[in-house]
């Protein structure tokens, strides 16, 4: 009886000392000692990731351990400025429930110099009781820096646009323009399609202006965006704009060889003709006189003008009597010259009619009612077709 006494108390005796060398720790996963966060358009997204471990085992609620509670405690300097629970439970950014990694994101209030712990509350089961005990993880310093962003301005959302699109986008950060010289700066335009990036392009860079040009591969919705890497102590920082949704489409050609086809038929087709024109022919006393449309001409004392449009001639005596005279008539005409009367016959033999060829001006003028309703056709095709092109951007 006595030696069955003394084994059980050895067997304790073991056991508590085998229990009192179990080490018990908190241990941060992420973030890491150092780690730096850019901000850019806004707060970064900073995962913390912690565990309660006993040797190299992660704990989470079980025989010996009924409640676990993990909460990281964000420091800026010594005061204390947040207050995050940590979860296992599969939300909050956890991949997976009650695998002992208690997770949740935080956002920090402005920049900065942090320090990080967590602290984990157990309720453990000792000698059939339960004991509430904390851990306290070490100090994680970290730092927040703010960086440039990329703010697309064009292509505007929504926009229909070529398979080649110019890209201009503004630098700023903490919401003013960036123009300062930082040669660790590099952007590039990214499009992508069905959320894969299938297409890219550096971007130049003047003051605080960003430029370029991307070609897409096809016809078809995209979604661009600006990425903008800059290094800071020796880390690369990134800040991506907001993407753009835009279409890339077929350029317009319909209505431009609609109105292309309507402006060789208004060229085709004849323009108004210019009005007949006369040349004349005038025997006066048997002297044969010609005259061009209009033309004046004097002989014996008569001038004789020749009509532009009209078969006929006026002509004047040197009495100052005219007479119209039509083709194919023979005139007596008679007058006082001094104290004698002075007489002649003037005959209007015949007019030859001539006609202008068109000036090249001439010809593209719309001169006929045909010609003004294919020019009207013309320029509404090329109107339709202008207005569908500068939808494309």
């Given at each position: 009886m006595k030696w069955l006494s003394f084994c059980f108390l050895s067997l304790a005796f073991l056991l508590s000392v085998a229990f009192a060398q179990e080490v018990w720790q908190v241990v941060v996963i992420q973030p890491k000692q150092g780690d730096l966060f850019g901000w850019a358009q806004d707060a970064p997204y900073i995962t913390i990731q912690a565990a309660l471990q006993r040797d190299s085992e992660f704990i989470s609620p079980n025989d010996i351990v009924k409640r676990l509670f993990l909460t990281a405690q964000v420091f800026s300097g010594d005061q204390l400025l947040d207050n995050v629970p940590l979860w296992?439970?599969?939300?909050?950014?956890?991949?997976?429930?009650?695998?002992?990694?208690?997770?949740?994101?935080?956002?920090?209030?402005?920049?900065?110099?942090?320090?990080?712990?967590?602290?984990?509350?157990?309720?453990?089961?000792?000698?059939?009781?339960?004991?509430?005990?904390?851990?306290w993880s070490n100090f994680v310093p970290i730092q927040v820096v703010p960086i440039p962003y990329p703010h697309l301005v064009f292509p505007e959302p929504g926009s229909k646009t070529k398979t080649t699109v110019n890209v201009r986008a503004r630098l700023l950060m903490q919401n003013q323009p960036f123009g300062e010289s930082d040669e660790?700066?590099?952007?590039?335009?990214?499009?992508?399609?069905?959320?894969?990036?299938?297409?890219?392009?550096?971007?130049?860079?003047?003051?605080?202006?960003?430029?370029?040009?991307?070609?897409?591969?096809?016809?078809?919705?995209?979604?661009?965006?600006i990425a903008v890497t800059v290094t800071r102590?020796?880390?690369t920082l990134q800040a991506q704009s907001e993407p753009v949704s835009i279409q890339a489409v077929r350029m317009p050609i319909l209505w431009f060889i609609v109105g292309c086809f309507f402006l060789v038929i208004y060229l085709l087709l004849p323009p108004k003709e210019p009005p007949l024109r006369y040349r004349h022919r005038v025997w006066i006393d048997g002297a044969s006189i010609g005259l061009d449309p209009g033309e004046e001409k004097t002989m014996e004392g008569i001038k004789v003008k020749g009509a532009n449009d009209k078969r006929e001639v006026i002509v004047t005596t040197p009495d100052g009597k005219e007479q119209i005279l039509q083709e194919g008539k023979r005139q007596p005409l008679s007058w006082w010259g001094g104290k004698e009367r002075k007489e002649v016959v003037v005959h209007y033999e015949k007019a030859e009619p001539l006609r202008e060829k068109p000036s090249v001006f001439a010809r593209l003028?719309?001169?006929?009612?045909?010609?003004?309703?294919?020019?009207?056709?013309?320029?509404?095709?090329?109107?339709?077709?202008?207005?569908q092109f500068q939808q494309i951007r």
């Open positions: 296992d439970d599969g939300t909050h950014g956890d991949d997976k429930a009650r695998d002992g990694i208690f997770t949740s994101t935080y956002r920090p209030s402005q920049t900065g110099e942090f320090r990080l712990r967590v602290r984990a509350q157990a309720d453990l089961v000792r000698n059939g009781k339960i004991v509430t005990k904390e851990f660790t700066l590099q952007a590039k335009i990214v499009a992508q399609m069905e959320g894969k990036g299938i297409a890219e392009a550096p971007l130049r860079r003047r003051g605080s202006v960003l430029t370029g040009q991307i070609s897409l591969p096809k016809r078809g919705d995209y979604r661009l965006l102590q020796g880390k003028l719309p001169t006929t009612i045909g010609r003004i309703v294919v020019l009207l056709l013309t320029f509404l095709a090329f109107a339709i077709w202008w207005h």
